[in-house]
Nanobody
Framework: QVQLVESGGGLVQPGGSLRLSCAAS????????MAWHRQAPGKQREIVAS????????TYSDSVKGRFTTSIDNAKNTVYLQMVSLNPEDTARYYC??????????????WGQGTQVTVSS
């Protein structure tokens, strides 16, 4: 089992920035990647960024590419999502996941409880 705890959400004005954190604990050796997802009211959950543990390999959705950056501190088993130039369309609950990244893509196995990000003036 892997436990994930997100933090860093909140209310931010359009154009502002936030950094989310996700601390992982438990059977870390059972996963090789972590990712960030978001779900806005009435919409499906979408993956916005992923990162391969122990490397700098990342992926981003088109909607956040160039504005969001994910990074990982392998020593702390913590993944971050730096978000800049936020706009109201980024308002959602953001979830961290941990899972396996293979040639077939990323498959989440564990989820955090989520943290709310609201972009509003």
């Amino acid at each position: 089992q892997v436990q994930l705890v997100e933090s860093g959400g909140g209310l931010v004005q359009p154009g502002g920035s936030l950094r989310l954190s996700c601390a992982a604990s438990g059977s870390i050796s059972s996963i090789n990647a972590m990712a960030w997802h978001r779900q806005a009211p009435g919409k499906q959950r979408e993956i916005v960024a992923s990162i391969l543990r122990g490397s700098s390999v990342t992926t981003y959705s088109d909607s956040v590419k160039g504005r969001f950056t994910t990074s990982i501190d392998n020593a702390k088993n913590t993944v971050y999502l730096q978000m800049v130039s936020l706009n109201p369309e980024d308002t959602a609950r953001y979830y961290c996941s941990a899972g396996m990244w293979s040639i077939g893509g990323y498959e989440p196995g564990y989820w955090g409880q989520g943290t709310q990000v609201t972009v509003s003036s």
